[in-house]
């Protein structure tokens, strides 16, 4: 499961530099994905949309893994301070695949 970030977000800024898969972004700019850069109003890969915030960080489904394959514990719940790094319901994933997700990751760059 991908994890989302809700609007208690305060834009700290400390979530980004610590995702393993370069999948926060800040709110109101664009996002990456193999070498490839998308906005507002497009769909990853995956189809997933409504991800995107103008407002607020938020995570990319398409390139979170949970941190599985890089850390124990969720990058972003372990430095937010506000506890607004919660699990999406509608990007659910088993560990495997979140470790095939990372492996896909790693072959075609985040
Ligand atoms: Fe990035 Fe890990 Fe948070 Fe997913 S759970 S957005 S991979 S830090
Ligand atoms: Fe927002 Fe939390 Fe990330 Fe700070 S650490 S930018 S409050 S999601």
């Not at 996002?31 to 890969?45: C, K, L, Q, T």
Request: one cysteine or more.
């Amino acid at each position: 499961m991908a994890y989302k970030i809700t609007e208690e977000c305060i834009n700290c800024g400390a979530c980004e530099p610590e995702c393993p898969n370069n999948a926060i972004y800040e709110g109101g700019t664009n996002w990456e994905f193999s070498g490839n850069s998308y906005g507002e109003g497009d769909a990853a890969p995956s189809g997933a949309t409504g991800f995107y915030s103008s407002d607020y960080f938020y995570v990319v489904p398409d390139k979170c893994t949970e941190c599985e394959g890089f850390h124990d514990e969720p990058q972003c719940v372990e430095v937010c301070p506000v506890e607004c790094c919660v699990k999406d319901p509608n990007h659910e994933e088993d560990k495997d695949a979140l470790l095939a997700k990372k492996e896909h990751l790693d072959g075609i760059g985040r």
